[in-house]
């Protein structure tokens, strides 16, 4: 037979004491804590939560974005989208540069013109990949550090 740890009342197997309300033991602070929870993120830090849009690219900001109430979470989130999305438009133009050096070096013979665009590449890379790094960085710093053309429109996007 369990008693009530509160006032010692007969309890017949049940979570909360019939006469004083008081919960009894792990089984009955469950459901509270449970409860207590407003959003998937509420648990974690918003710093880690911030590194963690910028993880896996445009998807982990996404989620964030649509997930996260907190307007720091949200502000990297959406930073995260269009970082990536602004990624694209210079992928384009880097093709039409190189497209040009082609040409140029077809016309006038002089392969270094040519191989000097795929020399870029990996410039380039490491270019966006210590951006990426960068922007986890200050996000884990809980510093809300903004790109310089796309900062300001996910600013106003998100409405901080």
């Known amino acids: 037979m369990a008693f009530c740890k509160t006032c010692g009342t007969e309890l017949g197997g049940a979570a909360f004491c019939p006469k004083c309300g008081a919960g009894q033991g792990a089984a009955a602070a469950a459901p509270a804590s449970v409860a207590s929870s407003d959003s998937p993120t509420a648990g974690m830090d918003e710093n880690v939560a911030g590194l963690l849009c910028y993880l896996f690219g445009w998807i982990s ?44 070096t077809a016309a006038i013979h002089v392969p270094l013109l040519g191989l000097l665009t795929w020399v870029l590449i990996p410039v380039i890379g490491i270019v966006i990949f210590g951006t990426w790094v960068f922007l986890m960085y200050k996000a884990y710093q809980h510093e ?10 996910v600013e106003k996007m998100v409405g901080q």
């Not at 720091?72 to 039409?96: D, M, R, T």
């Not at 809300?144 to 429109?153: A, D, E, R």
């Open 61 to 104: 900001g996404l989620i964030f974005l649509l997930i996260d109430k907190r307007p720091f979470v949200k502000f990297h989130g959406a930073q995260a989208i269009a970082f990536n999305i602004a990624l694209f438009p210079l992928w384009i133009i880097y093709l039409i540069i190189n497209f040009m050096f082609m040409a140029i």
């Open 144 to 153: 809300k550090f903004k790109l310089p053309i796309v900062g300001n429109i």
